[in-house]
């Protein structure tokens, strides 16, 4: 079904270009051109060609009629009589009107015995003037074996054609070749053919609808009538508005990047001011964390920034155990099991000296994701990632943009000249007032050795700390002792 309705379009889209074509061929300004002293019969410039278009149709503008001389081309009712191209080119190219025999509409099927016909009848000219391309070449070899059984038949045909043709006048014999040429050009090898489908157009099927579809679809009109989606699309265009006005400055091709763009400038400042080790971070790119949460863990600075805060708050076990999911997301196979024991010991083992406040339901989907075996072990600490981090953005984050440790960072970003003083020294200092407990300095990760971390497909390995577990290791197959802790 869906192929007869295809073959119909089809069809319909044929006539209405043999309709041009032919209107075309019946008042088209034809003429013998002059191509380096060559005379070139029965032709008309590119120039030409757009400028008659735009006429025929009453086109506003010429591109319109240039885009139209180009579907012409690729479907074949015109071709280029010197160089190859499946472009018009408004210039004194010279091209020339396909001969009705050779239309698409009328030509519809082409077989290998009508193509090898015209190899042998080339082979049979002038090597010179008629000689066959390397993928003609190759197209012939092919046919040779393929129809080896009928050579014979094949070679008395092209024959029969070539006296015909000898009897024609010289200037018809060049026309009709490059139409020929033409013609085979579009159809075999090597070419990019229009009148073919894409492949998923051509296995796509009509479904009827069954009950279940016009359920469905009744389903979901109630639920667009009872949410009002119409009210939400108003806010949810205002909150993409403020959102990309907020990324205004950050977005080089809106604005200008201070300094300019190494690619553009051969100036590297701006990469060397954004390097992950950078002392002093610039204003911008701390001004950037206070967009939000993602935008301050995606830098590595600002998560080592953040770690320090939350240091103060007896709550870096969050970012730390934050930090290694995404380590272990993008790790090797064979150190996946070793690293997902190590964070389950690390931050969720009960008396675990690092351990997460996560509640009980998340603690439990998080188990059972454990020990489920179709699901990834690197993905099994999903809900309780997703926990930690929708803790800090609603809890810690809002704190840390009113903390002296942001503004004490952005403040030393802004500093210029001599008296600029690395974040370290601020943060760090910031860091040491409150004493942190015993068993968190043990098993603390050091944020000098992960300065060069970056999220979330740079993540070095060998971010988290070896930390040596005290308990007894948990079986490596499957988890399944986890939920009796």
């Known amino acids: 079904m869906y192929k007869v309705l295809t073959e119909k379009k089809q069809c319909k889209a044929r006539k209405s270009l043999d309709s041009l074509s032919m209107r075309i061929a019946q008042s088209a300004p034809l003429k013998t051109h002059k191509y380096f002293r060559v005379a070139v019969p029965q032709a008309l410039t590119g120039q030409t060609l757009v400028a008659f278009l735009q006429e025929l149709m009453a086109f506003d503008d010429l591109a319109d009629a240039l885009h139209l001389a180009t579907l012409l081309l690729q479907h074949g009712y015109i071709f280029p009589v010197i160089e190859h191209s499946l472009l018009v080119k408004d210039d004194n190219t010279l091209y020339r009107l396909q001969l009705p025999y050779f239309w698409p509409s009328h030509a519809t099927h082409t077989d290998n015995v009508e193509y090898a016909i015209y190899l042998s009848k080339r082979l049979m000219r002038n090597e010179q003037k008629h000689g066959l391309e390397e993928d003609e070449v190759e197209a012939y070899n092919k046919l040779l074996e393929l129809l080896g059984h009928m050579w014979d038949f094949i070679t008395v045909q092209a024959e029969m054609q070539l006296k015909i043709q000898k009897e024609k006048k010289k200037s018809d014999k060049v026309v009709y070749d490059s139409e020929e040429r033409a013609f085979w050009r579009t159809r075999r090898p090597g070419q990019a053919n229009c009148l073919e ?44 508005v403020s959102w990309c006005e907020q990324f ?104 675990a000296p690092c351990q997460v406040n996560v509640d009980s339901r998340t603690l439990e989907a998080t188990m059972k994701s454990l020990q489920d075996k179709l699901v990834a072990r690197r993905h099994a600490f999903s809900p309780a990632e997703e926990h930690i981090f929708t803790l800090m953005s609603k809890d810690s984050y809002p704190r840390f943009l009113r903390s002296q440790i942001y503004i004490g960072v952005l403040s030393a970003a802004q500093q210029q000249g001599s008296r600029r003083l690395g974040w370290r020294n601020f943060v760090f200092n910031m860091g040491n007032q409150k004493k942190l407990p015993a068993a968190a300095k043990q098993h603390k990760i050091s944020r000098d050795d992960n300065s060069h971390i970056s999220l979330p497909k740079q993540l070095s390995s060998d971010s988290l700390s070896v930390v040596k577990a005290q308990t007894q290791r948990l079986p490596t197959e499957s988890f399944t002792t986890i939920s009796n802790t």
């Not at 998923?200 to 989606?229: C, D, M, S």
């Not at 080089?252 to 002392?279: A, G, R």
């Open 248 to 351: 205004h400055d950050y977005d080089p091709f809106i604005s200008t990047p201070q300094p300019s763009n190494p690619w553009i400038s051969d100036d590297t400042n701006l990469w060397v001011l954004n390097t992950d080790s950078v002392e002093v971070p610039t204003e911008r790119r701390v001004k950037r964390w206070g967009l939000s949460i993602q935008e301050l863990v995606r830098d590595p600075i600002g998560r080592q920034v953040l770690e320090t805060f939350l240091e103060s708050e007896f709550s870096s076990e969050n970012i730390r155990f934050w930090m290694a999911i995404q380590d272990l997301k993008f790790s090797t196979n064979e150190q996946v099991e070793r690293k997902a024991q190590r964070i389950y010991e690390e931050f969720l083992l009960s008396g």
């Open 197 to 240: 489908q894409h492949i998923q157009k051509r296995e796509k099927k009509l479904r009827k609808p069954t009950a279940a579809v016009y359920r469905t679809e009744l389903e979901r009109l109630k639920f667009t009538l009872k949410t009002k989606p119409w009210l939400k699309a108003v806010k949810a265009s205002e909150t993409m």
